[in-house]
């Protein structure tokens, strides 16, 4: 039998565990709210003194089976959506700088994105590139500069999961 995992809305109560969502209109009181303009300031705090680069990427649309996840273990990850929608999965952090960590199956979560303008993943969360729903999905991801050299850690899950809608 193969396990599955049904994905579900992301929203800053849902995905909380993982990093931090960045809503279309945000919460909290606006720091200008006029006729020209509406605008919330830091809805997302970087770590102090670590260089970023911003990447684009575009996932293909292919079959909604899981087989492995990867993290980032010095610093976090922002993703701001800028075409399609899709689904990503997400699994708990345990010990960032253990270097023999797996990800743990049974803490794995699937959430859409879409309606929403960016979300935060936390230092040593879990995840994988994203599932479209549409034909592609894009996005821009900012994260620590040369991490692709030192900051990924991808490891095969022990069995597949069937992401469902």
């Known amino acids: 039998m193969v396990r599955t995992i049904r994905a579900k809305k992301m929203t800053p109560g849902t995905y909380a565990k993982y990093g931090k969502v ?3 209109k945000p919460g909290e009181d606006p720091f200008v709210d ?15 003194d670590m260089p970023r680069v911003v990447h684009l990427i575009m996932e293909k649309r292919r079959k909604m089976v ?3 996840l990867e993290r980032h273990t010095k610093g976090m990850e922002l993703f701001i959506p800028i075409s399609g929608q ?3 999965a997400f699994a708990e952090a345990r010990e960032p700088k253990d270097p023999d960590e ?3 199956i049974d803490t794995i979560e699937v959430f ?9 993943v936390n230092e040593g969360v879990w995840h994988w590139v ?16 040369g991490s692709e050299k030192d900051n990924v850690d991808a490891r095969d899950l022990p069995e597949p999961i069937q992401i469902v809608l």
Request: overall charge negative.
């Open 22 to 24: 960045v809503e279309l």
């Open 34 to 48: 006029n006729e020209e303009v509406v605008g919330w300031l830091n809805v997302v705090e970087f770590e102090p």
């Open 66 to 68: 899981l087989t492995k």
């Open 86 to 88: 899709c689904v990503m």
């Open 102 to 104: 797996m990800p743990n």
């Open 112 to 120: 859409e994105i879409k309606d929403i303008s960016a979300f935060v």
């Open 130 to 145: 994203g599932f479209p729903i549409s034909q592609t999905a894009t996005q821009l991801v900012v994260l620590k500069s």
